[in-house]
């Protein structure tokens, strides 16, 4: 008997598991891949190895931009802060993805860390807008010698409204919301639609509650 359960309860799990990856596989072919094109955007290091180049071309890219996304890495061994990294959201592209990696910067006095720390200063300056999920202000208290502090810049943090956005994007989806009646008339599947719903019928249950 037990054997007979184990065997019924692998039937239902790998059942579940075709049923998912049937539902993925569907998905794939009415959306397209999300891809970023290499042109849109820059990769770029900063650290002790950067070029004055590269930090001139950063400082003219970061004095037009306004916003910007951010995000911080620590360290996995004593969870100190180790990498910045932040996304400029420039008017036309390529953006610039900029990785500051705090354990390998230049010597305080030498003339690249200053430019670093100009960076800083266009970056976060007044009237500019950071966003970012959590509270970035806690996040960088450790490279207070780095930034303006208090940070005039704008921090937006865009976790509390994930949940309201996600709920209304799901009514944006390709169906618009509609629901959907399968009548089975001689084999031929007619599909009928008959009501407009609120919510989308076409993707998983939201898994955010507002």
Not at 143 to 165: E, G, H, N, R, V
Not at 171 to 190: H, W
Request: hydrophobic share 30%; proline share 5%; aromatic share 10%.
């Amino acid at each position: 008997m037990f054997k007979s359960n184990s065997s019924s309860g692998s039937y239902y799990q790998s059942s579940q598991h075709l049923s998912s990856h049937s539902h993925r596989s569907s998905n794939a072919k009415h959306y397209p891949t999300f891809h970023v094109h290499s042109s849109d955007y820059e990769l770029v290091f900063i650290n002790n190895n950067a070029s004055t180049n590269t930090m001139e071309k950063l400082l003219n890219h970061v004095n037009t931009c306004r916003q910007y996304a951010i995000d911080t890495e620590s360290e996995r061994t004593n969870n100190q802060l180790s990498l910045i990294q932040i996304n400029s959201i420039p008017i036309e592209a390529p953006s610039h993805v900029m990785l500051f990696e705090l354990k390998h910067l230049p010597d305080q006095h030498s003339q690249k860390y200053e430019k670093i720390l100009q960076l800083f200063q266009l970056i976060f300056r007044l009237d500019n807008e950071i966003y970012s999920w959590g509270n970035m202000r806690r996040e960088l208290e450790p490279a207070k010698d780095l930034i303006i502090w208090p940070i005039p810049a704008t921090l937006i943090d865009i976790q509390p409204y994930y949940s309201m956005w996600y709920n209304w994007a799901r009514t944006q989806c390709k169906v618009q919301s509609l629901s959907y009646r399968n009548d089975m008339n001689n084999d031929d599947k007619i599909i009928q639609q008959h009501q407009q719903q609120l919510s989308c019928h076409c993707h998983p249950p939201s898994p955010y509650k507002i």
